[in-house]
């Protein structure tokens, strides 16, 4: 019988776009501090860290040993995680499995970044295959804009649509402390920033950001000695469906749609929008915000905008949706995914502070990255049976 | 451990200095194939992956991108390890014993020939500090074979003895890339790249790609083959900064064999493992971690060698395959370390095979002179 796993403590830097002061292994030492000092813990109760980020932003090779000093991981099992833009997630479902199969009680779980000291767009170039795809694929952006040009021409949705998306996220970040982007928009000013790959303008955009964010996996022999009230993970899934982007299929990102209905049918999940009380995506374009939910099975495709308009996704409304301010206010790439893990967990454990949604009993995370791959988790208050 | 997990399929690609014709995914490909050929299993039949690969090495962001549809991943859950594939194997395991798979394919592959290997190991060291002194794979290995051999007394002639054994015994492994009939004296008159590490002390540049399948028991006991099962794993980091470790020990390597040891219920390895298969990417470290394994005391590595127990024929041999100085697969050497272990359980390690194997031990690395270690038991 599986060990069942709960989230116990979660730390975060304070996210911004330039850490001068620290270098990449005491941005990380931070987050565990905080992480360790949520769950009441020491670095000597951890039984093994997992740790990732993308190597070729800070051009740190073996991360896993070069943290060590940051990590905690001096003694102990130690190893290195990576899958792109999802590597938050990855870690988190990683933090998962290791706990549940008995092996471990307590697991440090981090995700970093240090995007002040990379070239974004041109390490994530090198993604791409060398011969098919690099030439006429640069970086992020233009892939994204591809997707979002799909999707208007598909539904008919407008760019002010995708601003609305953008507004909310930054409205919420300015409840959240860790936020890197803590300043209200509105539609006017998304719709006259600068563009950037038509139709993606920079406010439609996530920032590049400095950051680390330590999540505490427990096996429940221990959970809830540590936490009150732990996040449950209820059930993991994820999608790396492509291997070239000529091959991915633009409409309503299918690698999401696959995962979720996995993780939904494991679950039994069948209404997402009445079922789940909250939800912190990793939504990297206003666009996402749209298309996405599609995908998760919160209205039919092309009907996002109006859950949009009508409020349905702010904080208050039915299904909030990144009370954190998501990745549009905050993006240390590596880091990411877990944020989302970790706000998703202070939903449940009822300390979001500002940004906390009213009684939640279920909460649900993703990531994004790679070749438009998806990780999906869901989190739950109740001790799953 | 819940439940026992077993291996019941294993593939490798042949191990060679430059395969011109193979991308990462042709390579990824092959091993796959032929690790579902041997379990006689179809790749619908498994649940999820778990790739290793590395940034650097591969000179790609995201390096698992490019082998995703080569290991039949699509519309599965996989994941990747960053580091050597016995690392992504322990993660693959415990994808298992979550409950939440009955299998699970772990594939790992490395083209040194694609690499620089002096520029990415140096990419290991801090780059505030260290990184400027040029420092790489060689030239920290070199450190580490110096305290060493002062600390010990361990010379260059007992080093070169494991150059002579295993480049022999890679003559009796179809897969391994330089057989070499060798004497000492060879190896002690090959060029010096990093004093005392001479050519023929030091593991070569090589392509290759290697895959394992994992099964949870009910699955692994209706399995073609004889399921090999895991009997016990462990894995530990040692410190960063090579100043903060006596180099002429490995810590973290007695720790990692102490749990997987304890798992297995292994008490006296020397006795109770038929045969051992480690991390050799320089002669000096073979003692160094038959040392840490518990083979013999600290220190001893020398004198074991000498003894000829490390021998095909010896009580105890080590790397009958020729070991990484045969063929060094960076990502998938540890992996290639599991496979041939399975061979040699299963008793299909043909001419290299260790008579009525039963335990075997299999060994892998990660980070600048052995600072993270992963030992894995494995047993009939």
Known sequence: ?385 | MTERVAIVGVGQTRQERNKVYDTFADMVYEATTLALADAGLSIDQIENVVSASNDFWDGRTISSMAINDACGSYDKNISCVEGDGTFAAFYGMTRILSGAYDTTLVVAHSKGSESVSSHITNAMFDPLYVRALGLDAISSAALQARRYMDRYGITEEQCALVSVKNHGNAFRNPYAQLPLRLTVQDVLQSRKLADPIKLLDASPISDGACAIILARESVARRSAKPPVWVRGVGYCADAYHLGDRDLAECAALVQAARKAYQMAGVRDPRKELDVVELYDAFTYQELLWTEGLGLCGPGEGGRLVESGATQLEGDIPVNPSGGLLSAHTVIAAGLVRIAECVLQLRGEAGERQVKGARTALAHGVNGPCGQSHCVWVLGL
Request: charged share 20%.
């Open chain 1, 1 to 385: 019988m599986p060990n069942r796993v709960a989230i116990v403590g979660t730390g975060q830097t304070h996210h911004c776009t330039r850490r001068l002061d620290v270098n990449g292994v005491e941005l990380i030492y931070e987050a565990v501090c905080r992480a360790l000092e949520d769950a009441e813990l020491k670095m000597k109760d951890i039984d093994g860290v997992i740790i990732g980020n993308m190597d070729h932003f800070e051009g740190i090779n073996y991360v896993d040993c070069w943290s060590i000093d940051g990590s905690g991981g001096f003694g102990k099992p130690t190893m290195k995680l990576t899958t792109g833009g999802t590597t938050g997630s990855t870690l988190a479902i990683g933090g998962y499995h290791m706990v549940a199969s008995g092996m471990f009680d307590k697991l440090m779980v981090i995700g970093w970044e240090k995007n002040s000291e990379s070239d974004t767009t041109g390490a994530i170039t090198t993604a791409f295959d060398p011969i098919w795809d690099r030439l006429v694929f640069a970086g992020a952006i233009s892939g994204l804009a591809v997707e979002a040009s799909v999707y208007m021409a598909t539904f008919g949705v407008t760019e002010r649509d995708a601003a609305r998306v953008t507004v909310r996220d930054r409205r919420h970040a300015c409840l959240n402390p860790y936020a890197h982007l803590r300043k209200e928009v509105t539609i006017e000013e998304v719709m006259n920033s600068p563009k950037l790959s038509d139709p993606l303008k920079l406010l439609d955009l996530c920032p590049r950001t400095d950051g680390a964010c330590a999540v505490i996996f427990a096996s429940e022999h221990v959970a809830e000695k540590i936490c009150p009230k732990p996040a449950w993970v209820l059930g993991t899934a994820n999608r790396h469906l492509y291997t070239y982007l000529g091959d991915a299929d633009l409409v309503n990102l299918p690698s999401l749609r696959r995962a979720a209905q996995e993780l939904y049918s494991k679950t039994g999940i069948r209404e997402p929008l009445k079922q789940i009380d909250v939800m912190e995506l990793y939504l990297p374009y206003s666009f996402a915000g749209l298309s996405w939910i599609e995908a998760l099975g919160l209205c039919k495709p092309g009907e996002a905008p109006r859950l949009l308009w009508d409020g349905v996704t702010d904080l208050g409304g039915e299904l909030p949706i990144n009370p954190s301010g998501g990745v549009i206010s905050c993006n240390p790439i590596g880091a990411t995914g877990l944020i989302r893990c970790a706000e998703a967990a202070l939903q449940i454990m009822g300390k979001a502070d500002k940004r906390q949604v009213p009684d939640v009993k279920i909460a649900l995370s993703t990531g994004f990255g790679g070749c438009f791959w998806s990780d999906i988790l869901l989190y739950g208050a109740k001790k799953p049976q």
